[in-house]
């Protein structure tokens, strides 16, 4: 192949990877904003167990954690996020503590504990998007 071809393939392929669509940026954000919503999850349940009661109107607190596509404020700009619904503020007092509860930290543990797995599952859907946009089958 003539190294004029190739370079202007890669090229190609290296604009395709640069100009995402915003629904591509959001698959790939959102691939992240799942392992950390499953992280935090487990972290909930380990240090903050669901053993009294109903939970009350909003459910216990692991059970209210959930990921979306879209920013804070539900704006489809190819972010996504992972987090607390409605308990938010509970788990803020449980993660850094108030004048009579000692912060435990496990959002902010669990976030770092996650860090490299969302960014591993961001990875693949990455290379799962630009695999099909190079014509490179069901990848």
Do not use: C
Request: net charge negative; hydrophobic share 35%; proline share 1%.
């Amino acid at each position: 192949m003539d190294m004029d071809v190739a370079l202007d393939q890669w090229l190609k392929q290296v604009n395709k990877a640069a100009q995402l669509s915003i629904k591509d940026q959001e698959k790939i954000t959102k691939a992240g904003a799942d392992v950390l919503a499953e992280k935090l999850t487990e972290d909930t349940k380990a240090k903050h167990p669901d053993t009294k009661g109903t939970g009350g109107k909003y459910g216990h607190l692991s059970e209210d954690i959930s990921s979306s596509t879209g920013d804070i404020d539900k704006e489809h700009n190819g972010k996504s996020v992972a987090g607390f619904g409605d308990k938010a503020f509970v788990a803020r007092f449980l993660n850094d503590g108030t004048k009579h509860i000692r912060g435990d930290h496990f959002v902010d543990n669990a976030r770092d504990d996650a860090k490299d797995d969302v960014f591993m599952a961001e990875a693949e859907k990455y290379k799962e998007i630009i695999a099909k946009l190079n014509g490179g089958g069901d990848k």
